[in-house]
């Protein structure tokens, strides 16, 4: 039975080899064939271009010095002396030189290639040489190469039929080896009587495997202990793991994350935010590393303060804890808390070196179900807008948190406005009072929103101002509006606030865009809320670079809420644009048009142009020109519009 099926795989891997060795021979014999032609081809297309190339330099030379004929001798000379050049055009600044071709090119297998003709020493084309050349050779090459590969392929045959029939004998030792090693197992010894003594390698690889399962048993036993090892490893990474993504590295407290992991857990619960006031100063006075020490002694007098798991301490990141209830508590218990809290606070002592510090802390607290961290977070801001202590949050506090979602979203619409190109600038007239002609425009940023109504910047302006987009919303303004006039007799407006001015990049970009687009007799800077400047030399130095340039200054509201007219007066200032709330009213109250009257007066002595703002009616007009202003703004005139005429009364 062994015997017979011993035969059987003797056949059955003298079929495979054989089958495997002529599907090799077939295989390497096309593919040789196949790869073999396109290395011929590939080296006869070089060889007739490397005879091309040494004629090229001086058939150059022949062309450019106008010696045609000596260049056609060349062409002939060669198609002569070379069999496989079938034929050979000369093109010389696109007329036709030479053609010479042999009469027997039909039924030739043949291909053509072109080589570009330069000037002698320039790169400068002065015409082509197209050349037929044969691949007659190439057959004779390949027959005697077919027949060398049969050759060779046949003993390579012969040699792996001889092989097979060496190798099903030598496999046979190995079935008992490989039925031994079958079902082994490190429990079991390995026995091979019938090979063990031989003098061959089937003896030595018996021999080996008996010695080796001693060896297998020990690394088996080594093994198994070695996977107890690191399983108990793994355990130790996990919890390790888990620890610091729900442990804060410098207390040793649960963190942010697994403040919300607790809260989503449960139905019902209160929750106090503890943030320490003025922290960055003491990281400013002593250190961070004293910083750090203090924050880690007021986790632990926290702690012992409460020493319980209800509530439960947690530590949100910087100056900031969190206290977790685990029910819905009152609002009276929170408060009766968190005046106790805040007493024992305020007795907690710090020491470093020979000093003693104590921590004023800001709290807001918040009970319910869901989302009661963003409200003791609002609750925390209320506390600190007001400088209490502490706040809880009301349902009054709703308007807040609507207010800080509305804000969200616009911050969110605002990113959105400046992928789309939808901050646009508006641009509303400014009328001389004489000619009643507009003189210029002052450029109003808008957005266009996603249903593609205009929005004020009353709706988003001050949003932006506590975002990272509002210098993004500034340089837009400046580099649209800065291109919008580039081709006009306009002059025009930019607003510009005090931070503005104050920022080293917003005043880049202003400079690049003003010599970009030679706008710089054109362009005025309208300062807003120039009420709040409160470094005069720094404002003074740039009004002075900019005017240099070319550029003009204007003071945006002034005359209501100043206390500053001196120092205002003394800036390099070209334009005053009168404030609005004294315009809109100046027909009925006298007031009004006493102070519009000084201002334009004073400005006037000063060399001031005056504008005024705000200009709705016919009225409001005739009263303001009548005071000797040189300008005004408003509706009367018309509303900002996106485009406008750029041809102005200059």
Same mark, same amino acid.
């Given at each position: 039975m062994l015997l017979n099926i011993s035969k059987s795989l003797s056949r059955r891997i003298l079929t495979y080899f054989f089958i495997v060795s002529i599907s090799l021979i077939l295989l390497i014999f096309y593919t040789f064939e196949a790869v073999g032609k396109e290395a011929f081809k590939s080296l006869e297309k070089s060889k007739a271009e490397v005879v091309i190339d040494t004629i090229i330099p001086t058939v150059s030379m022949d062309l450019y010095l106008g010696m045609d004929d000596q260049a056609k001798q060349l062409i002939e000379n060669i198609l002569k002396a070379n069999k496989n050049i079938l034929g050979i055009t000369l093109i010389h600044n696109k007329k036709v030189v030479a053609t010479y071709m042999k009469q027997n090119i039909r039924n030739k297998d043949y291909f053509v290639f072109t080589k570009t003709i330069t000037k002698p020493n320039s790169k400068e084309k002065i015409g082509n040489i197209y050349v037929v050349y044969s691949y007659e050779h190439y057959e004779e090459?390949?027959?005697?190469?077919?027949?060398?590969?049969?050759?060779?392929?046949?003993?390579?045959?012969?040699?792996?039929?001889?092989?097979?029939?060496?190798?099903?004998?030598?496999?046979?030792?190995?079935?008992?080896?490989?039925?031994?090693?079958?079902?082994? =197992?490190?429990?079991?010894?390995?026995?091979?009587?019938?090979?063990?003594?031989?003098?061959?390698?089937i003896g030595s690889i018996a021999r080996v495997l008996e010695s080796m399962?001693?060896?297998?048993?020990?690394?088996?036993?080594?093994?198994?202990?070695?996977?107890?090892?690191?399983?108990?490893?793994?355990?130790?990474?996990?919890?390790?793991?888990?620890?610091?993504?729900?442990?804060?590295?410098?207390?040793?407290?649960?963190?942010?994350?697994k403040l919300q992991e607790d809260l989503s857990q449960l139905p019902h619960a209160s929750i106090v935010i503890i943030n320490i006031d003025s922290f960055k100063e003491i990281n400013d006075l002593f250190g961070h590393k004293i910083g750090d020490k203090i924050l880690k002694d007021f986790a632990v007098k926290l702690k012992n303060l409460i020493n319980t798991n209800n509530p439960r301490l947690y530590r949100l990141?910087?100056?900031?804890?969190?206290?977790?209830?685990?029910?819905?508590? =009152?609002?009276?218990?929170?408060?009766?808390?968190?005046?106790?809290?805040?007493?024992?606070?305020?007795?907690?002592?710090?020491?470093?070196?020979?000093?003693?510090?104590?921590?004023?802390?800001?709290?807001?607290?918040?009970?319910?179900?869901?989302?009661?961290?963003?409200?003791?977070?609002?609750?925390?801001?209320?506390?600190?807008?007001?400088?209490?202590?502490?706040?809880?949050?009301?349902?009054?506090?709703?308007?807040?948190?609507?207010?800080?979602?509305?804000?969200?979203?616009?911050?969110?619409?605002?990113?959105?406005?400046?992928?789309?190109?939808?901050?646009?600038?508006?641009?509303?007239?400014?009328?001389?009072?004489?000619?009643?002609?507009?003189?210029?425009?002052?450029?109003?940023?808008?957005?266009?929103?996603?249903?593609?109504?205009?929005? =004020?910047?009353?709706?988003?302006?001050?949003?932006a101002k506590?975002?990272? !987009? !509002?210098?993004?919303?500034?340089?837009?303004?400046?580099?649209? =509006?800065?291109? !919008?006039?580039?081709?006009?007799?306009?002059?025009?407006?930019?607003?510009?606030?005090?931070?503005?001015?104050?920022?080293?990049?917003?005043?880049?970009?202003?400079?690049?865009?003003?010599?970009?687009?030679?706008?710089?007799?054109?362009?005025?800077?309208?300062?807003?809320?120039?009420?709040?400047?409160?470094?005069?030399?720094?404002?003074?130095?740039?009004?002075?670079?900019?005017?240099?340039?070319?550029?003009?200054?204007?003071?945006?509201?002034?005359?209501?809420?100043?206390?500053?007219?001196?120092?205002?007066?003394?800036?390099?200032?070209?334009?005053?644009?009168?404030?609005?709330?004294?315009?809109?009213?100046?027909?009925?109250?006298?007031?009004?048009?006493?102070?519009?009257?000084t201002i334009v007066d004073f400005a006037h002595k000063k060399g001031i142009k005056t504008v005024s703002e705000y200009v709705s009616n016919k009225e409001i007009f005739e009263k303001i020109r009548s005071l000797g202003v040189d300008y005004a703004q408003g509706f009367y005139f018309d509303k900002p519009k996106q485009y406008v005429e750029k041809d102005c009364d200059i």
């Open positions: 090459i390949i027959d005697k190469y077919k027949k060398i590969l049969l050759m060779f392929l046949g003993g390579i045959a012969l040699l792996l039929f001889l092989f097979s029939v060496y190798l099903e004998q030598l496999l046979s030792p190995f079935k008992a080896i490989v039925a031994a090693l079958a079902d082994y =197992s490190p429990k079991k010894d390995l026995h091979f009587p019938d090979f063990i003594h031989r003098e061959d390698e399962q001693n060896r297998i048993k020990k690394y088996a036993l080594k093994q198994e202990n070695m996977n107890k090892i690191l399983e108990e490893k793994v355990q130790e990474k996990t919890k390790e793991l888990r620890n610091r993504l729900y442990i804060d590295s410098l207390t040793g407290l649960a963190n942010r994350l990141g910087g100056d900031e804890f969190a206290l977790l209830f685990h029910n819905k508590m =009152s609002r009276d218990d929170i408060k009766l808390f968190l005046d106790s809290l805040t007493k024992n606070i305020e007795k907690m002592v710090f020491v470093h070196g020979d000093k003693e510090l104590s921590l004023h802390v800001s709290m807001g607290a918040a009970a319910g179900e869901k989302g009661i961290l963003e409200k003791a977070d609002i609750a925390l801001k209320k506390a600190k807008k007001a400088r209490r202590v502490y706040a809880i949050y009301e349902y009054d506090d709703a308007k807040v948190e609507k207010e800080y979602e509305k804000n969200i979203e616009w911050i969110k619409k605002l990113k959105r406005s400046i992928e789309l190109d939808r901050v646009v600038p508006f641009f509303q007239p400014i009328v001389n009072t004489q000619t009643r002609k507009p003189k210029g425009y002052e450029c109003l940023i808008r957005i266009i929103d996603d249903n593609g109504s205009v929005v =004020s910047p009353g709706v988003f302006l001050e949003i506590k975002s990272r !987009y !509002y210098n993004r919303l500034t340089g837009i303004m400046i580099e649209k =509006s800065c291109q !919008y006039f580039s081709q006009s007799t306009c002059s025009f407006s930019i607003n510009l606030s005090i931070l503005d001015i104050l920022d080293p990049n917003i005043v880049a970009h202003l400079k690049e865009s003003i010599q970009k687009y030679e706008v710089e007799n054109k362009i005025i800077l309208e300062i807003v809320e120039s009420e709040g400047i409160e470094n005069y030399e720094l404002v003074y130095n740039f009004f002075t670079e900019m005017k240099e340039i070319g550029c003009q200054i204007a003071i945006d509201d002034f005359g209501t809420g100043y206390s500053n007219f001196e120092h205002i007066l003394k800036l390099p200032i070209d334009y005053i644009k009168i404030d609005g709330s004294l315009i809109e009213n100046i027909c009925e109250n006298e007031d009004s048009e006493l102070i519009v009257s």
